[in-house]
Nanobody
Framework: QVHLEEFGGGLVQAGGSLRLSCVAS????????MGWFRQAPGKEREFVAA????????LSADSVKGRFTISRDNAKNTVYLQMNSLKPEDTAVYYC?????????????????WGQGTQVTVSS
């Protein structure tokens, strides 16, 4: 059974940084693409970033390009989301997700397993 758990959320001032981690168990993370999504209050869940199985291919939403970086350490079964220059509009619950294949995708339906989420709050 696949289990994903996110860490690293919290409260930060605008302009600050946070690093989220997602630890995967029950799968060989080196064969799966991984993604980060977020859901703000009253809004639909949206794509943030994704990384392919070996870490050499990434996708990012336009809203976070140049500020957020996704990476992975397959030896630790962990995916990271480094978030810099945070803005109040980045406030959301952040979820990591695993795909059944090694390639990246923007689409939530492409991911088969999800974590419980971690809250990120950016104050102005």
């Amino acid at each position: 059974q696949v289990h994903l758990e996110e860490f690293g959320g919290g409260l930060v001032q605008a302009g600050g940084s946070l690093r989220l981690s997602c630890v995967a168990s029950g799968l060989s993370s080196g064969t799966y693409a991984m993604g980060w999504f977020r859901q703000a209050p009253g809004k639909e869940r949206e794509f943030v970033a994704a990384i392919n199985w070996n870490g050499r291919g990434t996708l990012s939403a336009d809203s976070v390009k140049g500020r957020f970086t996704i990476s992975r350490d397959n030896a630790k079964n962990t995916v990271y989301l480094q978030m810099n220059s945070l803005k109040p509009e980045d406030t959301a619950v952040y979820y990591c997700a695993a795909r059944g294949t090694g390639g990246t995708s923007y689409y939530q339906q492409a991911y088969f397993s999800w974590g419980q989420g971690t809250q990120v709050t950016v104050s102005s």
